[in-house]
Nanobody
Framework: QVQLVESGGGLVQAGGSLRLSCAAS????????MAWYRQAPGKQRELVAR???????NYADAVKGRFTISRDGAKNTVYLQMNSLKPEDTAVYYC?????????????WGQGTQVTVSS
C-alpha cells in the first residue's frame, strides 16, 4: 500500500500562482510514476502532468508552458508549480502514484485538493 498526502490548494486570482505538494509513503518501488490529475464539476478526471522515477515528464496541452511538475526522490514527494492560472484551471486536483511491476501497475490516489481561480 501507498499513502498520499496532498497540500497546497486554495483560492487565487487569475494570473496568479499556486504550488501543490504530494508526499508518498509506504511500499514504494524503485520504478514508479507520480502524477497530478484534475476534475472540474461535470467533467471527467483528466491528466495534468506526470513524472517518472527516471525524471521523464509529460503534460496536458492545456497546461504546457504554465505548469511544471517536479519530484524530490529522497522525500518521495511530487510538486506541481502552477503559474499564469486561469479560471478554467479550477478543479479538484488529485495526486496519483503508480508502482510499476511490468507488465502490471498498482495505482493509488490522494484525497484531492481544491484549486479555485477567480476571474
Amino acid at each position: 500500500q501507498v499513502q498520499l498526502v496532498e497540500s497546497g490548494g486554495g483560492l487565487v486570482q487569475a494570473g496568479g500562482s499556486l504550488r501543490l505538494s504530494c508526499a508518498a509513503s509506504g511500499s514504494i518501488r524503485s520504478i514508479n510514476a507520480m502524477a497530478w490529475y484534475r476534475q472540474a464539476p461535470g467533467k471527467q478526471r483528466e491528466l495534468v502532468a506526470r513524472i517518472s522515477s527516471g525524471g521523464s515528464t509529460n503534460y496536458a496541452d492545456a497546461v504546457k508552458g504554465r505548469f511544471t511538475i517536479s519530484r524530490d526522490g529522497a522525500k518521495n514527494t511530487v510538486y506541481l508549480q502552477m503559474n499564469s492560472l486561469k479560471p478554467e484551471d479550477t478543479a479538484v486536483y488529485y495526486c496519483n502514484f503508480r508502482n510499476i511491476f511490468y507488465p502490471s501497475v498498482a495505482e493509488y490516489w490522494g484525497q484531492g485538493t481544491q484549486v479555485t481561480v477567480s476571474s
